[in-house]
């Protein structure tokens, strides 16, 4: 085949590409416009929400939200609150209102840092560049470094594990409390006890 009759194919080829790359690119841009046009209007729909909250529990609940760095305990104590839409609402929110650095995905990132580090050293001792009982010593030293280090992410993993795991059992505790004593004339009483006691898990450790 002469060089002349592969240019049509290869210039069809090469528009053909453009054109595909084109389309995922506007496809990209639209879905992450989608994105965040639905993430505004679920941050608007649980604003409209809390809008609606008396004062006190407005900045109870506002107080509660700034401090914690769980979007699932922000989202229990707004269903104690009364609120009855998804947690996307809420973590969109969150995510909005008060920013939280990621301590999690810092450490993680920590840990394969040092796992790095001494992959290096033991390649530098395999080729000499470190004397050994010095580079075994400092493997030993970070390792040690490394796992504690794993140690304070499964502390973190636990502790918001267990957290949530408590929300939430008070709040479907408090809720049957309040579904059965409801037109009681004790449910007054009981939803403002149910709120102090809410209040002192909430801050609880």
């Known amino acids: 085949m002469k060089p002349s009759e592969k240019e049509p194919s290869n210039n069809a080829k090469l528009t053909s590409n453009r054109s595909s790359s084109a389309k995922k690119t506007k496809s990209a841009i639209t879905n992450n416009r989608r994105r965040d046009i639905d993430s505004d209007i679920n941050i608007q729909v649980f604003e409209h929400w809390l809008d609606n909250l ?6 109870s609940f506002s107080a ?38 990621d301590h999690y995905k810092v450490l993680l990132h920590e840990i394969q840092e040092m796992q790095e580090d001494i992959r290096k050293l033991r390649e530098d001792i395999e080729n000499y560049a470190v004397k050994r009982d010095a580079g075994v ?3 030993a030293q970070m390792q040690k470094e490394l796992r504690g280090t ?3 992410v499964d502390s973190f993993v636990s502790s918001k594990d267990r957290k949530g795991l408590l929300l939430a059992g008070a709040d479907r505790a408090l809720r049957e409390l309040a579904s059965v004593f409801k037109d009681d004339p004790i449910e007054g009483p009981l939803q403002e006890a149910s709120m102090s006691v809410w209040a002192r898990i909430q801050f609880e450790d």
């Open 150 to 152: 794993i140690a304070q």
């Open 64 to 101: 509660f939200a700034e401090e914690t760095f769980s979007s699932i305990q922000v989202y229990l104590y707004a269903k104690f609150l009364g609120y009855e839409s998804s947690i996307i609402a809420v973590d969109h929110w969150v995510s909005a209102t008060y920013p939280k650095p």
């Open 137 to 139: 010593a400092r493997i």
């Open 54 to 59: 008396d004062s006190a529990s407005r900045e």
